[in-house]
Nanobody
C-alpha cells in the first residue's frame, strides 16, 4: 500500500524554525511532483510549496516565499520542508502529497500523508 509519512512537526516560538520530512514507502517516479500543503483551523487546505522530482524545480506560495525551502533526496524517496522565520499564521496541519502535474491545486495530487501539526506560539 502506497504511503507517505510526515514527521518533524511540533510547537515553536514565532521566529523559530522547523524542518518537516515526508518519506514515501515506494520509489517516487521521476515524472512526479511532490507538494506540501497546509490546513489551518477553519480554513481550506492551501498550497505551500512543490518540487519536481526529476529536475528539482520548485514553486512557493507567496506567503512563505523567502522563509520556507523545499528539497528532496531522491535515493531516500524523501522530501523536506525547511521552515524559517515562522509566524503565528503558519500554524496548521501540514501535509505532503504526490502528483503528476506541476500544480498548486490539491485536487491534482493523488496520494496524501496523514499530516503533521505545526504550532507557532507568539
Amino acid at each position: 500500500q502506497v504511503q507517505l509519512v510526515e514527521s518533524g512537526g511540533g510547537t515553536v516560538q514565532a521566529g523559530g524554525s522547523l524542518r518537516l520530512s515526508c518519506t514515501a514507502s515506494y520509489r517516487i517516479l521521476s515524472s512526479s511532483v511532490m507538494g506540501w500543503f497546509r490546513r489551518a483551523p477553519g480554513k481550506e487546505r492551501e498550497f505551500v510549496a512543490l518540487i519536481r522530482w526529476h529536475s528539482g524545480t520548485t514553486l512557493y506560495a507567496d506567503s512563505v516565499k523567502g522563509r520556507f525551502a523545499i528539497s528532496k533526496v531522491n535515493a531516500e524517496n524523501t522530501v523536506y520542508l525547511q521552515m524559517n522565520a515562522l509566524k503565528v499564521e503558519d500554524t496548521a496541519v501540514y501535509y505532503c502529497a504526490v502528483g503528476s502535474q506541476y500544480s498548486n491545486s490539491p485536487s491534482d495530487y493523488r496520494t496524501w500523508g496523514q499530516g503533521t501539526q505545526v504550532t507557532v506560539a507568539s
